[in-house]
């Protein structure tokens, strides 16, 4: 194999640029040629192509976002569109395609691969909901940025004696809900994985202050319920007022943590590897810390669901 593609795809992620440029250094080092695609998929249907050398990617390892842009693609959806991207895939000399994403990204890789275009994927998401690897790129840094806010947020939620309720993000999966709720210390964490009973959020609250506790914190997946619908429940049961903070999109972005970077290098580096040696259909991945491959297939068919020992943890420590 001589040319391959890098494309990212869906949300944007922490550590999708250490992820390109280690593909880029890696084929470098093979002798392969890499073709960047802007815009994901749409890039690839428009021919948006770029190449990319090993300088290319220099001063990006710590860099937020995605130097190679992303986008979400309608188009490419539809048979007519993959058609399309498959030609100018072929008419580029690309003999391979890194995808770097999350599930939706992967079902459209699938298709490529189908097709007889050779592609692996990389778990990209700061859901984190990807089955197959323990991480995705990204949720690292989503989650120290989660716990840093709800540091910043302690210090107010413990000065004025109020309730705070913290929105992350997290539409289908409480993977940072979780993780955030228990690095934080919240009192209570509302996840999609799990039904809410209000009765224990007051249970929880009121045991607090029975103990003097006149501070709590809350941390709500947006696929739970919205912190503003939590904060109303609450005072319609309770008459305690509450203040709710939704962090939005400064969970996307930012400098990417040393966990990100090392766990995108080496998933980028060992894509290429899989590449050259003719493998296709498959996604990299990481497990007990090991570098693995799994077919995409069984990947989109899989679910991540939370670990409940986990969950029983975070509410066992929190009262
Ligand atoms: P995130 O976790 O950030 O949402 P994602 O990769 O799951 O990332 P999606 O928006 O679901 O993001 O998918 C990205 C793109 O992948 C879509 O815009 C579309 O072009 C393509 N895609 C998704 N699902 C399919 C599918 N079933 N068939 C073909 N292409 C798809």
Redesign the pocket.
């Known amino acids: 194999m001589k040319t391959i593609g890098v494309l990212t ?3 944007d ?1 922490p550590g999708m640029n250490a992820a390109i440029r280690a593909v880029v250094r890696k084929a470098s080092k093979m002798e392969m040629e890499v073709i960047g695609v802007a815009r ?2 749409a890039g690839l249907i428009q021919g948006d192509f770029r190449r990319l050398d090993s300088g290319s990617v220099a001063d990006t390892i710590h860099r937020g976002g995605t130097i190679l842009l992303t986008a ?3 188009e ?2 539809t048979e007519a569109g ?1 058609a399309r991207a498959l030609e100018n895939a072929r008419r580029e000399g690309m003999e391979g395609l890194i995808v770097i ?8 890789a699938l ?1 490529l691969h189908k097709k007889g275009l050779p592609v692996i994927g990389i778990p990209a ?1 700061i ?1 984190n ?1 990807i089955p197959g690897t323990d991480y995705a790129i990204g949720f690292d840094t989503a989650l120290n940025t989660a716990v840093e806010a709800i540091n910043k947020i302690r210090d107010t939620a413990t000065s004025h004696e109020r309730i705070f309720i913290i929105e992350v993000m997290g539409r289908d999966s409480g993977q940072l809900a979780l993780a955030a709720g228990l690095a934080g210390g919240a009192e209570t964490i509302l996840i999609p994985e799990m039904p809410i009973d209000y009765d224990e959020v007051v249970r929880r609250l009121e045991q607090g202050r029975r103990r003097g506790k006149l501070h709590s914190i809350i941390v709500v997946a947006e696929g739970a319920a919205s912190g503003l619908e939590v904060g109303q429940e609450i005072a319609r049961r309770t008459k305690l007022e509450s203040r709710v903070t939704i962090l939005g999109h400064i969970q996307r972005g930012g400098i990417p943590t040393a966990f990100d970077r090392i766990l995108a290098s080496r998933l980028g580096a060992r894509a290429v590897e899989l590449l050259a040696q003719g493998v296709s259909g498959r996604m990299v991945g990481m497990q007990a810390n090991r570098i693995v491959d799994i077919p995409l297939e069984e990947v989109l068919q899989g679910e991540k669901g939370i670990e409940e020992e986990v969950y029983q943890l975070a509410n066992d420590l929190a009262l």
Not at 101 to 108: A, H, I, T
């Open positions: 795809s869906g949300g992620a994901g998929y979400r693609s309608e490419f959806r993959r994403g999350g599930g939706g990204s992967f079902r459209g298709h998401t859901d909901d």
